[in-house]
């Protein structure tokens, strides 16, 4: 009897002991979780509480900064406005005649009367050519005129070229017109005359006389010094004035073009040959003749080259 009651004792004893453990971990758990709300609340209030004087506020967090400014997307350039030509007779009639080409329509038609325009469309060979005849340089007179005058009638002279030599020499009158106050205008041309130049002589060396001068419009001394004998390039090199200076020339001249007057055998070996250079200002009436220059061309085997250019 005495061993069950000490038995009894024994099995209550631990199960106190179980029970107080367990109050114990749950009274443990309940601390931790009620000291994470009150860290929260401390951080909030030492986050609102007003700085000390003299020290700077905290920055505000990221979500109150202030929204980005816009992206300032420059403006488009302007179009610079479109010169008008026209102003006097003179510079319609050069702008005009420098805009005779293929790759000028615009300008050119821009000059002309509505009916000047019309026949244009209809047949535009006369005014900027063909392949193989195209405009290089004019020159005329500049007109006089009184003061009010509506209209105006101007002699042209013009060369035209193919790859560089000088085809034909053209005449023709230009008619100018002006309404009151307004720009002047080219309503009317009339081709009064044509003079062909182009040389038509097969002497032995024109070919390699051609090539070179072709050269010298282009400014292409490069291509030139294959066509030219080694004693001429000796006896040209180290001067000022040598063929290379020759081929660049001035840069601010145009090479219109050159003219083969004529050509005179020497023997079998040699040919001499008379030419004119013709460069102009460009966008100006400037003289058609040209510079006269003497060239020869020497044989040297089954080739002619340049041997002498004064």
């Known amino acids: 009897m005495r061993t069950l009651c000490s ?103 821009s000059i002309m009367t509505v009916s000047l325009r019309a026949a244009y469309d209809k047949d535009p060979t006369p005014y900027n050519g063909r392949k193989g005849l195209r405009l290089s340089a004019f020159d005329y007179k500049e007109p006089a005129l009184k003061p009010g005058a509506g209209g105006a009638a101007v002699t042209v002279r013009s060369l035209w070229e193919d790859q560089g030599e000088a085809v034909e020499v053209r005449t023709e009158t230009v008619r100018l017109a002006r309404e009151v106050e307004g720009p002047w205008r080219v309503a009317a041309v009339e081709k009064t005359g044509v003079e062909a130049v182009r040389f038509k002589e097969s002497i032995a060396g024109v070919t390699a006389l051609r090539m070179i001068l072709r050269a010298w419009v282009r400014r292409d001394f490069a291509t030139a010094r294959g066509q030219v004998s080694e004693a001429f390039l000796k006896r040209h090199a180290g001067r000022e004035e040598g063929i290379e200076a020759v081929f660049a020339g001035d840069p601010g001249l145009r090479r219109a073009g050159f003219r083969i007057l004529d050509m005179t055998p020497r023997g079998t070996a040699s040919v001499t040959a008379r030419v004119r250079l013709v460069e102009t200002a460009p966008g100006r009436p400037s003289s058609l003749e040209g510079a006269p220059k003497t060239l020869v061309m020497a044989r040297k085997g089954s080739r002619w080259l340049l041997d002498d250019w004064r």
């Open 7 to 109: 038995r009894a004792a024994r099995a209550a004893r631990v199960t106190a002991v179980v029970a107080a453990v367990a109050a114990a971990a749950a009274l443990a758990a309940g601390s931790v979780a009620a000291r994470a709300p009150i860290a929260a609340r401390a951080a909030m209030a030492a986050a609102e509480a007003p700085a000390p004087p003299g020290e700077p506020s905290p920055a505000a967090p990221d979500s109150a900064a202030p929204p980005a400014a816009p992206a300032v997307v420059p403006a488009a350039p302007t179009t610079a406005p479109a010169v008008e030509h026209g102003a006097t007779a003179g510079e319609a009639l050069a702008f005009f005649m420098s805009s005779r080409d293929y790759r000028t329509i615009r300008d050119l038609k």
